[in-house]
């Protein structure tokens, strides 16, 4: 059996588990920069405010219906992640941490024990543990312990917040529920094309001919049809190193300058070479890219990006940001208000297989000052140690108006009790 925990209103749980206040109270959270709503909590939700919906636009109506606004914490998210997910692991041993707030269990040999007893129970420890509240679908396939999730979300009060399917009537029943479009791995597109099938829940999906689903959904979805048919096609996958790495800000303010924009990028390639490192890889190939506003019609509008190759594997700071500034120079156009750039790492590869170039190697310096730079960072924080690209007199923020503070990775926004 497979189960699916799922936290509530992830975003949200968070920021309540640190002001009891606002339990019941409609909350939204913003994206990078407090442009869009990127989470709602149910009540936000019942107030008609959409996902995405930009924040400048429902200004009035979240002072109207006194919903709570905040800016994106992720160090604060993260951390409350690893918490639950190190949490969930205490009751199985095979996990996959499919998102941040999102986790599939395997429970071999578990044929003899109650997993509604068994799911109440993790749903206690969890929420004891972290004060996240979760909710738990059990089912023989994953794609089948998805629909419970939903199910067991949909319907706290009936399923306690925990739904098994472990019958071949529930399983009818769950599919019958579920529509064409809520199932995991169907798209828009295929939605449509199966609806055009008259194909409009689950249960009439997996009646279509496994033929016409292998030739017009491939073998993913002719697995993903197996699967609601109760046959296990997909096991747990292992943590995964990111094939990509995409570090992308919009301005606060239009940039026209290519200084300006050289120490944005050399910020965000610098950034990129952080995270590459923290998974132990290396890059040999890098896209930059700038684009103006293209809700200012008013303005020229230009967009474009270069991929740009380096002669060996690295993961030096130093040689991505010569790269990405390389690529800059090639694309930048001026009397343009540029709005947004961004640096993608690409063509990754673990530490242990890097392919060695007989006529250019890496600096044996590099690997050694990268890891001091790295451990004085973390200890000090806030990128203590910076290069000089970065324009060191200068200090490059995201618009945080609303941020919460870091209750549990700053020990000076440590919660203080006052007796």
């Known amino acids: 059996m497979f189960a699916l925990v799922d936290c509530n209103n992830f975003y949200a749980s968070c920021q309540r588990v640190f002001n009891p206040q606002l339990q019941g109270k409609p909350i939204v959270i913003l994206s990078n920069n407090d442009g869009c709503v990127i989470a709602r909590s149910n009540e936000a939700k019942a ?11 429902y200004k009035k109506q979240f002072e109207e219906h006194n919903i709570h606004v905040f800016s994106s914490n992720f160090a604060l998210y993260g951390d409350m992640s690893s918490r639950v997910m ?3 692991s205490q009751f199985s041993p095979d996990m996959e941490v499919y998102s941040v707030d999102e986790a599939f269990l395997k429970f071999t040999g578990f044929e003899h024990f109650d997993l509604k007893e068994l799911g109440l129970k993790m749903r206690r420890t969890t929420t004891k543990n972290t004060g996240i509240p979760v909710s738990i679908g059990f089912a023989p396939t994953k794609a089948l312990a998805k629909i419970a999730n939903k199910i067991a979300k949909k319907y706290p009060l009936e399923t306690r917040a925990v739904h098994t399917i472990d019958t071949e009537e529930k399983r009818i029943k769950a599919l019958r529920w579920t529509k064409i479009e809520d199932v995991w791995g169907i798209g828009k597109k295929h939605a449509q094309r199966l609806k055009a099938q008259n194909v ?3 249960l009439d999906f997996t009646k279509l001919p496994d033929a016409w689903v292998r030739k017009n959904m491939h073998v993913v979805g002719l697995r993903l049809k197996k ?6 096609a997909l096991d747990l996958e292992p943590i995964q190193n990111k094939k990509m790495i995409a570090t992308t800000r919009s301005f606060d303010k239009p940039l026209t300058t290519l200084d300006e924009l050289e120490e944005r990028v050399a910020t965000y390639a610098i950034l990129g070479a952080e995270k590459l490192r923290r998974q132990n890889s290396h890059c040999q190939m890098l896209m930059v890219f700038l684009q103006t506003n293209p809700h200012r019609q008013d303005q020229p509008q230009y967009y474009r990006n270069i991929v740009v190759n380096h002669p060996f594997p690295t993961d030096s700071s130093i040689d991505i940001v010569r790269l990405a500034k390389m690529g800059l120079k090639q694309i930048f156009r001026a009397n343009h208000f540029y709005k947004k750039a961004g640096v993608i790492l690409m063509d990754i590869t673990p530490n242990q297989n890097v392919q060695l ?3 250019s190697q890496s600096n044996p310096k590099h690997p050694q000052l990268m890891a001091t730079i790295d451990k004085i960072n973390l200890s000090l924080g806030n990128h203590k ?9 200068r200090v490059w923020k995201m618009r945080q108006e609303q941020l919460s503070p870091n209750y549990t990775t700053n020990i000076k926004d440590i919660i203080t009790i006052k007796l």
């Open 47 to 57: 107030c008609g405010i959409p996902m995405g919906a930009p924040a400048f636009e």
């Open 86 to 88: 190190n949490t969930l």
């Open 200 to 202: 409009h829940t689950a």
């Open 227 to 232: 699967e609601l048919e109760g046959l296990s």
């Open 357 to 359: 170039n007989l006529f």
């Open 385 to 393: 140690v910076k290069f000089a690209s970065q324009a060191l007199d």
